[in-house]
């Protein structure tokens, strides 16, 4: 039996490069797909997870060895990394025909100490 000794949650927000309007279709779901994939491997969990056309919205549950700055360049380097070597390759080259990229190079992260999860959830949830 595993006794919980912390919680920590916290909201993060990824913007697409440029705020170029990419997360629609099949590119939407594969992004999604790929940063799921990543936590398998993490010791963080992506609880809920949503975006617009160019905002990436998570609520993210980690452990106290593990830093937000650690989470968020697992998550943009692999998910770069991935999104470039799929059928969507092409694509990018037509919005990024000078660099590998795909989010901007800052990000917005917020305790969720304050606010209950459910209602960060349904802020997340409604973004979609």
Not at 51 to 61: A, G, K, P, T, V
Request: aromatic share 14%; charged share 25%.
């Amino acid at each position: 039996m595993v006794i919980l000794k912390h919680y920590l949650k916290c909201h993060l927000i990824f913007v697409c490069k440029y705020r170029k309007k990419l997360l629609v279709g099949q590119l939407k779901d594969d992004m999604r797909s790929f940063l799921l994939n990543i936590t398998s491997n993490s010791d963080f969990e992506i609880e809920v997870f949503e975006s617009d056309l160019e905002h990436i919205h998570f609520l993210i549950r980690y452990i106290p060895r593990v830093s937000i700055t650690s989470i968020v360049r697992k998550l943009k380097q692999e998910s770069t990394y991935y999104i470039w070597r799929s059928p969507h390759r092409s694509f990018l080259f037509k919005h990024f025909w000078k660099e590998h990229t795909f989010c901007s190079d800052g990000y917005f992260v917020c305790s969720i100490g304050e606010a209950s999860p459910d209602t960060i959830r349904e802020y997340i949830l409604n973004q979609g």
